[in-house]
Every structure is written in C-alpha cells, then in structure tokens.
C-alpha cells in the first residue's frame, strides 16, 4: 500500500519546519503508517510531509538517534523490523507504564473527555468493520493517548511515546493476511468501551484492569502474527 500525503499528512510553513516535520513523522510512527522493513528516503518523505528536503532530513535523523528509526541505503531510513523478544520486552514496559498513566489520569479526565473517547470508539469501530486498518491504528493511538496526556507527566508521557514508536509500524501485522482471519470483532476493538465505563465510574482498579487486557490482547495477537511470519526469538534484534 504506497504511502500519500493524505495519510501522512502535510505540514504549514513557519519557523520551526524541522520540529513540525518530525511531529508530523513521530505520528505517523507510532500510528502505523510505515510497514516494519520499508525503506523511506529523504525526498519521499519531503514530498510526504510537502516540505524541502533538508527539513525531512533533520527530522530523519532525529527518530534515526532515538532509534525509532535506522539508516537504511544511500543515506535512506529503514522502518525497523520487531522480533519476538523485542515485542515482549516493549509489552512489558508498556504495561507497567500505561497502567500507572491511566490510574494519574483518571481523576483529571472529565465528560469532555469521556465524549472525546466515545467519539474515537465509534470511529475505530466503523473503520475496522470497512476494513480500514491504517484508521483502526490511528484512532486506537489516539484513543489512548487522549487518556495518558491527562495525567499531566510529561516524563512518562514520553516514555511511552518512545515505546509507541518502535512498536507502531509492526501493528500492521495485526491485519496481515495470515492473522485477520482469526480476529473476532470483540478483538478488533479491545477493551475500549469498558475504559470508558471505569473512567465514568471513577474505578481506578478497573481502569488500570481493562488497560492491561487491552494490551495484553494486541501483545498476544502480535506475538501469534509475528511466529506466523517466521520472526522467532532467535532471529537478530534489529531494534531495541
């Protein structure tokens, strides 16, 4: 499926076009767009982001020193691929983080918020019954992060941005040929609409609960797509 500005989207001209365009990258990351093993060189993605090249540069080798991202060849990035261990190993830190996100967000989250998730819920739910599974990703992430800016930790928060970006392009194996098949709607949307119950609720224990099922759920489903596609725990780790 060929990368467009459409789904990447573009940014507006200011003083600061390096910081837009690696926002703008970073989202994109951690939402899917980019498949683990794609090659993006810098005048594909200056096109993407419609910007010059020296900014999709910078911003390039910006995610390539946080690792998100690698050098590819002829000074290219490449989307890096995730083994099992390395799955396993960001679950485990995502678990742990994101629970204690969403319990320091629960207090501060209001009906606006509530609304704001029951809106990204529906719009998941319809893009996973069309099959749209790039819309799937990205309103999944911005479902929970709408949760994890509430608790007003910024060092946490980009902790688990981090995670989010090496783990996001490999998401799109959830929807791969050989794994779709075994997902039941139930599955396709997680524990969503129990979050936004615990949240009306004000239950911090089944806030955090629900969190982890519902990345339990996506780790498990992972794991199975990646054994599927040969990526044992013995392969090279081409991430962190």
Do not use: C
């Not at 709408?146 to 194996?173: C, D, F």
Request: net charge neutral; proline share 5%.
């Amino acid at each position: 499926m060929a990368n467009s500005p459409s789904m990447i989207g573009s940014i507006a001209r200011g003083e600061t076009l390096t910081d837009q365009a690696e926002a703008v990258l970073r989202q994109a990351l951690m939402s899917g767009v980019f498949m683990p093993g794609k090659i993006i060189t810098i005048r594909s993605l200056s096109a993407m982001l419609n910007t010059s090249v020296t900014p999709a540069k910078e911003a390039m080798a910006r995610l390539i020193a946080e690792r998100a991202l690698e050098w590819g060849p002829r000074r290219s990035a490449l989307v890096p691929e995730l083994t099992l261990k390395n799955v396993d190993e960001i679950y485990t830190i995502r678990i742990a983080l994101e629970a204690a996100a969403a319990a320091a967000a629960l207090a501060r989250l209001d009906e606006t918020d509530i609304t704001a998730l029951r809106g990204l819920q529906d719009k998941l739910a319809k893009a996973f019954e069309r099959h749209d599974y790039k819309n799937v990703l990205a309103n999944n992430r911005e479902f929970h992060f709408t949760i994890y800016k509430k608790a007003g930790l910024p060092l946490l928060l980009g902790m688990i941005e981090g995670l989010w970006l090496r783990l996001g392009p490999s998401l799109n194996l959830l929807y791969s040929s050989f794994s779709k098949k075994d997902w039941a709607h139930r599955e396709g949307i997680g524990y969503h609409p129990e979050i936004i119950v615990a949240i009306r609720e004000r239950d911090v224990e089944a806030m955090q609960a629900h969190v982890i099922a519902d990345l339990t759920t996506g780790r498990d489903r992972l794991e199975h797509a990646l054994l599927m596609a040969g990526r044992t725990p013995h392969l090279p780790v081409t991430a962190p």
